[in-house]
């Protein structure tokens, strides 16, 4: 049979791809005529060159690094909701929230305490590392948290008994000690020189699996943990894959130095997401001098209620910027009361130490002893000031009250006329003063919120307000009288007590 011809379906072809070149060339000259006109730019730097290996570092701190197992004698641990074991937050008003990982947080796993396979003991099982050579060892204040018997298991495989010498719960540290010497320890390092997008190394136990090594970068510093009662730490934040189990081990430098112990995770699962947290060394080696010292960690108090600076706070107040921390209350004969500091002062700065959000405030004063005296920087009224106090020791039992409705007490069944911005107030009677924790003629119950810009920024029946900027109001008359004088479309700022809390609410009608 003969061959089919060939020809007709190679010329177009051919001739497609010949106008194709001469396109091309046509267009390769022009953009070479262009480049000749204009100025050739420097090729970009490399910013970043190669992967690190870390053999050699794991291979020199990894003997320092050991497990730790604590054992709750004849009852399992009693899981609390600040750490989510059994009463999770409502996942409507918090979709992710802070877990820990030494164990089961929030996500029951089969031998867990209370679940199928539960020996008659409470274990949780975590990390830690050396730090002396005579056996003194870094771990979280979790891990060990009410244990009867902590065990540690070097690198080399050998078991010691461990003796708590102190642990601190708003630092999450605890420092064991074991009867051991020539240890291979962990050389500190320096967390305040971390910045974004170092390398870092975690080595712990997840799932006591020892010894693993995971790697990633700090993804940002000092940053604040909403869902835990820890505001004296900045924490560290980075993407190095932990899990549970890793929980009080070290967090490394790319010089395998000791920067932070990781102590959480953000998570749906209970599992890496991503997202972890480490407690900077420096405020560990603080609270581990306290607790060598004296078996405790005290820290330092201004005596002031703070709160975050935003947009409309800063308007209502003059303040060009959101900058500082808001004062929303001040204690009764603390260090702050004492050095005339007021409601509405912007803190901005502690010892020439910047105060960018309010959340920057504790961890500074909080590393300070008490007896310190601290120069305090603020705005009051649009204008700097400079106050100095002497800080006294924090109350630990004063701090993070819990959120409380004020139970049902009766209410006055006449309510007083509404003001301009449409908020209702009714008089407290004296039972009702002291369910709330008010003193004698402190504060106007909000019965109605029918204008529009107080129901925006967040006003609502139940609220009571105690002041009306630094005015305050104790009857639903006194709240009017202070309103009456805005001018109009004027913000005001109101201090408000809602269950354990005091903050203020910043209402600007002119966005009605």
């Known amino acids: 049979m003969p061959a089919t011809p060939r020809a007709p379906v190679l010329k ?124 003194y060892v870094l771990t979280n204040h979790h891990v060990v948290e009410g244990a009867d018997t902590v065990r540690i298991r070097l690198a080399d ?37 971390l910045k974004s997008g170092q390398w870092v190394v975690a080595i712990g136990s997840p799932f006591g699996l020892d010894h693993s090594v995971t790697a990633g970068i700090v993804s940002a510093v000092g940053r604040a943990n909403p869902y835990a009662n820890q505001r004296y730490v900045p924490f560290i934040q980075t993407d190095v894959a932990i899990n549970r189990g890793n929980s009080g081990g070290p967090l490394l430098d790319t010089r395998g130095q000791v920067v932070g112990i990781n102590s959480q995770i953000f998570s749906n699962s209970g599992g890496y997401m991503g997202v972890s947290f480490a407690i900077p060394i420096d405020v560990a080696m603080n609270a581990v001098q306290q607790l060598k010292a004296t078996g405790k960690v005290t820290r330092g108090q201004l005596g002031v209620v703070i709160q975050p600076m935003g947009r409309d706070e ?23 009361a004492r050095a005339g500091i007021l409601r509405q002062d912007v803190i901005r700065s502690i010892n020439g130490q910047a105060i960018h959000e309010s959340s920057d405030l504790p961890p500074i004063v909080g590393a300070m002893a008490p007896g310190t005296e601290v120069t305090v920087e603020l705005i009051r009224d649009g204008k700097p000031r400079t106050v100095t106090a002497t800080l006294n020791q924090l109350d630990e039992s004063l701090a993070g009250a819990d959120e409380d409705d004020g139970g049902d007490a009766p209410r006055p069944a006449a309510a007083a006329q509404a003001n301009a911005l449409g908020i209702v107030g009714e008089d407290l009677d004296a039972q009702q003063r002291r369910q709330l924790g008010l003193q004698p003629g402190e504060g106007v119950l909000v019965s109605r919120v029918e204008g529009m810009a107080a129901r925006e920024a967040g006003l609502r029946p139940g609220d009571v307000v105690l002041a009306v900027g630094r005015n305050d109001v104790g009857s639903a008359s006194a709240l009017n009288a202070q309103l009456r004088g805005l001018k109009p479309g004027q913000a005001v700022m109101l201090l408000v007590r809602r269950g354990g809390g005091t903050q203020y609410i910043t209402v600007d009608p002119a966005g009605e």
């Not at 308007?315 to 004062?327: M, P, R």
């Open 314 to 336: 800063a308007k209502a107040l003059s303040i060009a910027d959101g900058n500082g921390a808001l004062v929303a209350n001040v204690q009764p004969g603390s260090p702050a």
């Open 157 to 193: 495989r050998r078991e010691f008994t461990a003796k708590v010498v102190g642990s601190d719960e708003q630092s999450d540290v605890a420092l064991l000690k074991i009867a051991a010497s020539g240890l291979p320890t962990l050389r500190i390092g320096d967390s305040k020189s």
């Open 12 to 135: 177009p072809v051919l001739l497609s791809t010949a106008l194709a070149l001469a396109v091309g060339g046509v267009g390769g000259w022009y953009s070479s005529a262009q480049a000749q006109s204009q100025p050739v730019a420097a090729p970009a730097p490399e910013l970043v060159v190669g992967l690190p290996d870390f053999t050699r570092l794991v291979d020199q701190v990894g003997p320092a690094v050991v497990s730790v197992e604590a054992e709750i004698g004849g009852k399992p641990r009693v899981a609390t909701a600040r750490r989510g074991q059994q009463q999770l937050p409502d996942e409507d008003r918090i979709p992710e929230f802070f877990r820990r990982f030494f164990g089961p947080e929030g996500m029951p796993m089969p031998g867990a305490p209370g679940m199928p396979g539960a020996g008659p003991r409470g274990v949780s099982q975590g990390t830690g590392f050396i730090i002396s050579t005579d056996g």
